[in-house]
T-cell receptor, first 115, second 114 residues
């Protein structure tokens, strides 16, 4: 199956700093990528949908100025958590799909801890 | 709006016993349904999916699921559980605006006892 690589797998940052998470499709062109957030022992909640070359579409309640999403190429999308605070600590997972795909493929996830 | 309910937060099954994880969905049309498995601290792995056709779907690792429209259910089953199956299982439905955009259930944690 298609491979999606997410980097880093974990990151610890200081409160007030920004963190960038990368999501790459390694063997297919990802026209659409999705970013999810998962709190401990909870389900995944969709944050935003990004289409290559377009602005991301954010779900209700997600601050677009805090969670900056860029999808500048068909193989890479980035999520930047700006001015991170402890409440942003979570597990962030991306998924990617292309025009030929009937499913989205998930990355390994990134554990963000803000101290 | 779509929604997915997984009524069991956690289930414990003896190794070698059969398994059924429940999933009910709310959706106005024919749904796209998925089951994913997540090991601790890991991403999601697709077990199986239903788009159309045969309502009994075979997946990887010996899992299967049956789509029952009358019950709005898509339960996951395995005839004989292995210790390595212990993980979190998520049922998901594809969104109206695009079936790759998923609405997840709250998950069921499977524990396997010796």
């Amino acid at each position: 199956g298609a491979v999606v690589s997410q980097h880093p797998s974990w990151v610890i940052c200081k409160s007030g700093t920004s963190v960038k998470i990368e999501c790459r499709s390694l063997d297919f062109q990802a026209t659409t990528m999705f970013w999810y957030r998962q709190f401990p022992k909870q389900s995944l909640m969709l944050m935003a949908t990004s289409n290559e070359g377009s602005k991301a579409t954010y779900e209700q309640g997600v601050e677009k100025d805090k969670f900056l999403i860029n999808h500048a190429s068909l193989t890479l999308s980035t999520l930047t958590v700006t001015s991170a605070h402890p409440e942003d600590s979570s597990f962030y997972i991306c998924s990617a799909t292309g025009t030929e795909n009937t499913e989205a493929f998930f990355g390994q996830g990134t554990r963000l801890t803000v101290v | 709006a779509q929604s997915v309910t997984q009524p069991d937060i956690h289930i414990t099954v003896s190794e070698g016993a059969s398994l059924e994880l429940r999933c009910n969905y709310s959706y106005g049309a024919t749904p796209y349904l998925f089951w994913y498995v997540q090991s601790p601290g890991q991403g999601l792995q697709l077990l199986l999916k239903y788009f159309s056709g045969d309502t009994l779907v075979q997946g990887i690792k010996g899992f299967e699921a049956e789509f029952k429209r009358s019950q709005s259910s898509f339960n996951l089953r395995k005839p004989s559980v292995h210790w390595s199956d212990a993980a979190e299982y998520f049922c998901a439905v594809g969104a109206v605006t695009g079936f790759q955009k998923l609405v997840f259930g709250t998950g069921t944690r499977l524990l396997v006892s010796p």
